[in-house]
């Protein structure tokens, strides 16, 4: 099916910018992150009206509320926020997923002092049933979700950390085993949707970012033995400042493809010779394209030997980063103007920063743009990084 993009107005923003607010292509729907500007500091009445901008732009594009299968929740939490009754807050007010899947990212902040939340939302539409999974001993997120979901070709695993079914955090403060555990869990949820850790497509990782460079290096070795370096995915790893709840060091989220008959798909696999995605043994891939899909890991200005190109110069990194992905969408016919959804990481400290990195974002793009979310951190995984992007796109 033709892309379709869709901009309703339901929020305005101060800057003019490319982003679309929803778009469709095949049976993949990405819509823009949704939020609420009207009622600064209070996390509550913004994600209720974050919601209810979702629900309209489901409609207004002739979308149900059970097409939906992942919500990316990225909200403030200091410390103060109770993330799994938040979680079921957002539970409470759609009644109407079936079987989505979600993921929790806390930051310190967000583009705006005042914003405290964000949701980014994936639906599937197209005929044929959707298939759920949700193993025992894991922990459950709650109500009508699940932890992994398969629509079509198209798989979504939610959120895996390591905690018993009742809550409680495994290893608490061991990064390593906690990886271990998370990637158990994400095998478990795939095996029940017919899938296995080959098929997976996109990859990514939040992780403490208190942890030292021997244990991330550890991770990253664990991660090469579980997928193995013939069918790793495209990676994204970031690090936050703090996860919940206390005690976790990792969590783990993935998409994988498999056939409506069960069969596995062949991947296409795209590098750049002179740069990888994030610090350790070097085994994900740069772009992974299979089916009408093609997934572009992180990328950065950081180099093929862990030194960080133009170290510092947010503008200059941008510009690489974002030329890295239109080269990487070359060999499958497309171009950076194409993608669906960018997810971009970035250490900016002043608005007049946020507002140069913008401008020279968007400039890559013409309208109708991609669907585009910003994220703020005090640190990347390098030193002197200074933005990492992931980008996604459904071919026509």
């Known amino acids: 099916m033709p892309r379709k993009n869709y901009n309703p107005q339901n929020f305005e923003l101060d800057v003019d910018h490319p982003w679309t607010m929803a778009i469709q292509t095949n049976d993949m729907v990405v819509l823009n992150p949704q939020l609420d500007l009207d009622h600064p500091d209070d996390l509550d009445s913004q994600t209720t009206v974050s919601i209810e901008h979702i629900r309209k732009l489901m409609s207004d594009i002739d979308c149900k509320m059970s097409d939906i299968t992942n919500l990316r929740v990225s909200y403030v939490n200091t410390g103060d926020v109770d993330e799994d009754v938040y979680r079921q807050s957002i539970i409470d007010q759609m009644p109407d ?6 993921e929790m990212v806390p930051f310190d902040r967000l583009v705006l002092p005042e914003l405290l939340v964000e949701i980014c939302t994936y639906a599937m539409t197209g005929p044929g049933a959707r298939s759920k999974s949700a193993p025992e001993g894991l922990h459950h997120p709650g109500g009508a979700l699940s932890q992994g979901v398969k629509r079509g070709d198209m798989i979504f695993v939610g959120q895996q950390v390591a905690r018993d079914a009742g809550g409680t955090v495994l290893n608490a403060g061991d990064i390593k085993a906690q990886a271990a555990t998370t990637v158990d869990r994400l095998e478990q949820v795939l095996n029940e949707l017919g899938a296995d850790l080959a098929d997976v497509v996109r990859l990514n990782i939040f992780y403490d970012a208190a942890t030292s460079d021997a244990d991330w290096d550890a991770c990253m070795q664990l991660l090469k033995q579980r997928f193995g370096a013939e069918a790793a995915p495209s990676l994204t790893a970031i690090p936050l400042p703090r996860l919940f709840p206390a005690g976790t060091q990792i969590m783990v989220s ?6 409506r008959d069960g069969a596995r798909l062949e ?7 002179d740069a990888h995605n994030t610090p350790g043994p070097v085994f994900w891939r740069h772009a992974v394209g299979c089916g009408d899909m093609v997934f572009a890991g992180g990328q950065s200005t950081v180099q093929a030997d862990g030194s960080v190109g133009a170290t510092g110069d947010h503008i200059a990194q941008t510009k690489q980063t974002m030329a890295n992905i239109d080269a990487l969408m070359a060999p499958f016919g497309e171009k950076l103007q194409n993608v669906h959804k960018t997810n971009s990481y970035y250490v ?13 974002r968007t400039d890559c793009f013409v309208k109708p743009g991609p669907g585009s979310v910003g994220l703020p951190l005090d640190t990347l995984t390098h030193k002197g990084q200074r933005i990492e992007v992931e980008a996604i796109l459904v071919k026509q």
């Not at 997923?97 to 979600?102: F, Q």
């Not at 991947?267 to 010779?273: A, E, F, H, W």
């Open 97 to 102: 997923l079936d079987a989505a899947t979600i």
């Open 348 to 360: 900016l400290n002043t608005v007049q920063e946020f507002n140069d990195n913008l401008q020279t």
């Open 267 to 273: 991947k296409t696999y795209v590098g750049l010779d």
């Open 254 to 259: 993935a998409w994988a493809m498999r056939g």
